[in-house]
């Protein structure tokens, strides 16, 4: 993940996929039908499982769980990048949206129940969870416009805004759930 998604992905294909027209592109060594261009692209989402897998191996997890987090994972991988419809359907987004709304809502639910029993650093790394949860819904809503407004009739033509904000909000989000994460570790 490190290698291809940061460095070779800050290194190379990034300023390639900036500074060059599509036919220059094509004629380097990451051109999109490449091997090179495919292994960036998956880096991070195969990187991920393997790490995955790596962690419950590591706190010796039973074998069915770790093989069905791996197969599960990959899986899912395949059916959202290869079977979900591959033009801009409206509904999907709306149908998410709503979804990611609701389980955020119960995830608050849940929180809450759980902070009541919870004292000291326990309490103090959910907190730091509560941070990131609301980080990440923050993270989702600026995801949808940015991710929308190019499909919108409205707004044609128009140059797209930046999405400082949103990575932003990431890594917020993901630092929030790292504290949390530490203390937890900590107060064990």
Not at 54 to 81: N, T
Not at 147 to 168: H, R
Request: aromatic letters at 18%.
């Amino acid at each position: 993940m490190i290698g291809m998604a940061f460095v070779a992905g800050w290194g190379w294909v990034e300023p390639a996929l900036r500074n060059l027209s599509p036919a220059q592109y094509s004629e380097t060594i990451w051109t999109f039908d490449g091997a090179l261009f495919l292994l960036w692209a998956i880096s991070v989402p195969l990187g991920s499982i393997l790490a995955g897998v790596g962690i419950l191996l590591y706190v010796q997890a039973k074998g069915a769980r770790i093989w069905l987090f791996g197969i599960g994972v990959f899986l899912i991988l395949i059916i959202v990048e290869r079977l979900l419809p591959s033009g801009h359907f409206p509904p999907l987004f709306g149908v998410g949206g709503g979804l990611i709304l609701a389980f955020f809502l119960a995830i608050l639910w849940f929180w809450a129940k759980k902070r009541t029993i919870l004292k000291g650093p326990a309490r103090t790394a959910a907190d730091f969870q509560l941070t990131s949860y609301v980080f990440f819904l923050i993270t989702a809503w600026y995801l949808c416009k940015a991710l929308g407004t190019p499909f919108m009739k409205v707004f044609e033509g128009e140059p797209p805004e930046s999405p400082v904000s949103i990575i932003a909000y990431l890594v917020l989000g993901w630092l929030f759930l790292f504290l949390s994460h530490y203390k937890s570790a900590q107060a064990a």
